[in-house]
């Protein structure tokens, strides 16, 4: 289809089909690359043809233009034979030679007369139309040839219809004189406009899905009708209506093969300074820095930016850069590696000369491999291109620039220093690969060619990756190093070690007690006093798990987390900020804030921050019963970090999905999951706490009573041992405590209930351990514990544990007769335990089969009467408050206490309840009231 091009198509052959008026006739086409004008001479030789012309046709190639008469043996083709006996008959009969065995003189003697003769001939016939595709790059022995012929031949004889690559492009010098002996109609095409382009996607896309992607095409083209045939021959193989439905209003339209071929043949007929040009904005990613791609080209400024309004007007660049990334690809894959290296390095090297950003030098620099020259000033730039890449976020790109700088340093303890920066970065992006560059700088860093502050890092990521013997000698070396030269900096970093051991890896203290008491002993510098985020972070973590948390502790986890953003620098102290406000049973507060991140990250590369906080979140949601989404947050967690990179931290993210799995009943998962390797170092450190609790609940679920025991009380004796005992951390004595049941034990049960509850602090622990406590107790005994149980589990959100409260609450009122109660309480615990994802739990609630229908009945054996909805809507707050705390057995002077009000008041209260209901006694207090509770709590 020839669109846009009716005007032109109809004035050329008006001029070529017309009389001659005693004068030849030269019709001119010119316009860019791929504008259409092959066709355009296709189309205007057919109606030319048709009215009785001969055609004689050829095309100029560049790889052809060194071959004398190459145009000239492409037209013969096109002439009749001449008759046996004639003197053309000679050479037409001798069979072409190669074009290298023939010299110049030969060819002129045997393809000069022999075409001008057979031309003659032909055109005794009738007119003769020579069609010349890319004129430009027809070879000149050719064109002298042609005009020549032109001036021994009548005017009338023939007609020469030529294409020129360039809007702008004169007549080849062998013709130039042509136009001053013949009549001439020049035509000059540009490219389709954005209805041009419409036009041609109706016919695949339908007329109005094209007026809606026209715009996008012919941003991606230029309105180039080669490019835009070749991305519809892209989509020819869809469906018609899947085709359209892929591409979106102002979007790009997607590329493939024929795109990519489109482009590279339009860049290679410009020529050698054409394909040069392209290939040198395709490496820089832009043509805006001009002589740099006269240095890169070797052209004159003259040529390049004549190369670059060539490459535009044939819709490969839009000036400054190339329309369509695809385009961009093709000639960049297109370009040697040879030659890739050697721009890329050419190009570093001009940059650096000429005062570009290190940032953008290195990008040269890293694009290709051969690109670095092992010279100081690449090292130079490719370390503070790092630096910049990381106050940007971009830790791949920092990554990058390091392993280019160690790649090409030729000094040794540069090199080390390098290899230090990089471990550490790549232990940020990818933590399983960190261990071998962790491990070979060991050695170096004992023998002093680290700086203190790089050795501090390394001993952090070796305690990381389990290796806490090396990282305490690590310590001690930095120790040493620090003696005699104060550096509050350093100092400060060492605080914050001494912090994280503390919190963290409490058995590697011990191998470093006398640099803690030095740093005890020293007075302390401004700036550790202030603290850095990352110290002011694990001095949190340490008051959480020291039980030393009070509000104003609160109040600077608030400020810490709103100082810091979703950046690589900030990821530390925001993940202890928000585990420190975790163990301090702050749940709500940590739960807005890790979503609060996890929205500043969304659609932003933070592998490590996403994955941090959804195995934070998965935390979090454990302990507020939430036994399904818990699941959820931490596979996702271990899909974007799979356990093995985790090194020692493992430990709480898989604990975590232990326990949640194994209270969702789903056992055989759980036990899957205790089969992942784990390092035997995992267990020194508060990790391994979390991993040992989860164990225990997993053996105590499965029956397996001894080994869950001993899971708890390892847990207990760890947690005593590193001053951590607090349940925040792992309830361990509720655990022995529920094992010890399981045991028939009730006594030792009970004592470790009871331990618990004297435990100051530590509310999230109250309810279950008053539940425990019940369940050594006698039935009648249940009832007021029970209800103390859920009241304390309403204030801290535990909807697991509350779930098994109901359950157990249920249990005890059926014990002593209250049936109906007991199926209420029953039905209302099973409703709970689906909404966490207790499947276990619900199942176990499920009425007994044959039974689930019958009417319930009090202890009587009459017809319960279930609360009547007017009856309910008539109770006062007071008096729905006090019934509400009945209900789950409380007495009299316990409610009173509660809501602070007399016992003879809750009295007249139950009375007006009672009469208002209908009902006899509380134990017929329907269960519905149980959702007053938290509020007269």
């Not at 249990?811 to 007991?822: I, M, P, S």
Request: charged content about 20%; proline content about 5%; overall charge neutral.
């Amino acid at each position: 289809m020839l669109l846009e091009r009716d005007t032109e198509t109809a004035r050329l052959t008006r001029f070529l089909a017309g009389e001659a008026h005693g004068r030849g006739r030269v019709g001119v086409v010119a316009g860019a690359v791929g504008s259409g004008k092959t066709a355009l001479l296709h189309r205007v030789a057919e109606h030319v043809t048709s009215r009785g012309a001969r055609l004689l046709s050829a095309v100029g190639a560049p790889d052809e233009q060194a071959f004398p008469y190459a145009v000239v043996e492409q037209l013969i083709h096109g002439l009749p034979p001449a008759p046996s006996g004639h003197p053309a008959a000679a050479a037409q009969g001798s069979p072409p030679q190669p074009v290298a065995a023939r010299t110049e003189a030969a060819r002129h003697h045997a393809l000069h007369p022999a075409f001008r003769q057979r031309l003659a001939r032909a055109a005794s016939a009738g007119p003769v139309l020579i069609v010349i595709d890319d004129v430009q790059f027809a070879d000149p022995e050719s064109l002298a040839c042609l005009t020549h012929t032109w001036e021994l031949m009548p005017a009338e004889t023939f007609s020469l219809l030529v294409a020129l690559g360039s809007p702008e492009a004169a007549m080849p010098a062998a013709l130039a004189e042509l136009p001053h002996r013949a009549e001439v109609c020049d035509v000059r095409l540009g490219p389709l406009t954005v209805t041009g382009v419409e036009g041609l996607l109706a016919g695949t896309y339908g007329t109005a899905h094209a007026a809606r992607f026209a715009p996008a095409w012919h941003a991606a083209t230029g309105g180039s009708p080669l490019l835009v045939h070749a991305l519809l021959d892209d989509t020819s193989g869809r469906p018609r209506t899947s085709g359209a439905s892929a591409v979106r209003d102002g979007a790009a339209p997607e590329t493939g093969e024929m795109f990519r071929q489109a482009t590279l043949a339009c860049v290679h007929r410009h020529g050698a300074a054409g394909l040069r040009v392209a290939r040198a904005v395709a490496v820089l990613g832009g043509a805006e820095r001009v002589r740099l791609l006269c240095a890169l080209t070797s052209l004159e400024e003259t040529a390049v930016r004549g190369c670059l309004v060539s490459l535009t007007r044939a819709g490969i660049l839009d000036g400054t850069g190339f329309r369509h990334e695809a385009a961009r690809r093709a000639v960049l894959q297109n370009v040697p590696a040879e030659q890739a290296g050697r721009f890329r390095s050419d190009a570093a090297r001009w940059l650096h000369e000429n005062g570009a950003p290190a940032l953008e030098t290195a990008r040269q620099l890293i694009a290709h491999e051969s690109a670095v020259p092992h010279e100081a000033w690449a090292v130079a730039v490719l370390r503070e291109a790092t630096r910049q890449a990381l106050d940007e976020d971009d830790t791949a790109l920092a990554t990058q620039c390091l392993q280019a700088a160690e790649r090409c340093s030729t000094d040794e303890q540069e090199r080390l220093t390098i290899q230090a920066d990089l471990a550490q970065l790549i232990w940020r992006l990818k933590p399983s690969a960190s261990g071998p560059w962790m491990q070979s700088l060991t050695e170096p860093a004992r023998a002093g060619l680290l700086a203190p502050a790089q050795t501090l890092r390394l001993a952090v990521g070796l305690l990381w990756n389990g290796r806490t013997d090396d990282a305490a000698a690590l310590i001690r070396q930095v120790d040493e190093a620090m003696s005699g030269r104060p550096d509050p900096v350093l100092d400060t970093q060492v605080r914050t070690v001494q912090m994280m051991l503390a919190t963290t890896y409490p058995d590697a203290l011990g191998a470093i007690r006398e640099l803690l008491q030095r740093l005890d002993g020293a007075q302390r510098s401004p700036a550790d006093t202030a603290g850095s985020d990352s110290l002011r972070s694990f001095r949190l973590l340490r008051a959480a798990l020291y039980q030393e948390w009070d509000e104003s502790a609160t109040a600077e986890a608030d400020r810490l987390l709103e100082a810091n953003q979703p950046t690589e620098q900030g990821f530390d102290q925001v993940r202890v900020a928000l585990l420190a406000l975790v163990y301090a049973d702050r749940l709500e507060q940590a739960r807005r804030w890790c979503q609060r991140f996890l929205a500043g990250t969304e659609g932003r590369s933070f592998p490590g921050w996403q994955t941090a906080l959804n195995a934070m979140r998965g935390q979090i949601s454990l302990r507020q019963g939430r036994l399904s989404e818990a699941a959820e947050f931490v596979e996702r967690a271990l899909e974007q970090l799979p356990a093995h990179a985790w090194g020692v931290a493992v430990g709480m993210p898989l604990g975590t999905l232990v326990e949640a799995r194994t209270a969702m009943g789903h056992h055989n998962r759980a036990a899957e999951l205790l089969e992942t390797p784990m390092a035997s170092t995992m267990f020194a450190t508060r990790y391994g706490v979390h991993y040992l609790y989860a164990r225990g609940r997993h053996q105590l679920a499965t029956g397996r009573h001894d080994a869950a025991l001993a899971d708890f009380l390892a847990c207990g004796e760890r947690m005593t041992a590193w001053r951590m005992d607090t349940a925040s951390l792992a309830p361990w004595r509720l655990g022995a405590a529920e094992t010890w049941l399981a045991l028939g034990d009730h006594t030792k049960a009970a004592a470790l209930a009871k331990e618990q509850l004297n435990r100051p602090g530590q509310p999230a622990a109250r309810g279950p351990a008053l539940r425990i406590l019940a369940a050594t107790r006698p039935p009648w005994e249940r009832i007021g514990l029970l209800g103390r149980a859920l009241t304390a589990l309403r204030e801290s959100g535990d909807r697991y544990e509350s779930a098994r409260a109901l359950a157990d609450l249920g249990q005890a009122h059926r014990r002593v007769g209250n049936t109906a109660q007991g199926r209420q309480l029953a039905r209302k615990a099973r409703e709970s335990a689906d909404s966490c994802g207790a499947e276990e739990l619900s199942r176990s609630l499920q009425p007994e089969p044959g039974r689930g229908a019958a009417p319930e009945t009090g202890r009587d054996g009459a017809d319960a009467v279930r609360p009547d909805a007017a009856a309910l809507a008539s109770l006062t707050d007071a008096e729905r408050r006090v019934a509400a705390l009945a209900v789950y057995g409380h007495t009299n002077r316990e409610i009173a206490a509660k809501l602070f009000i007399t016992v003879s008041t809750v009295e007249q209260h139950l009375t007006r309840v009672y009469r208002k209901m209908n009902i006899s006694h509380r134990q017929d207090l329907p269960v519905s009231l149980d959702s007053d509770v938290a509020h007269s709590a």
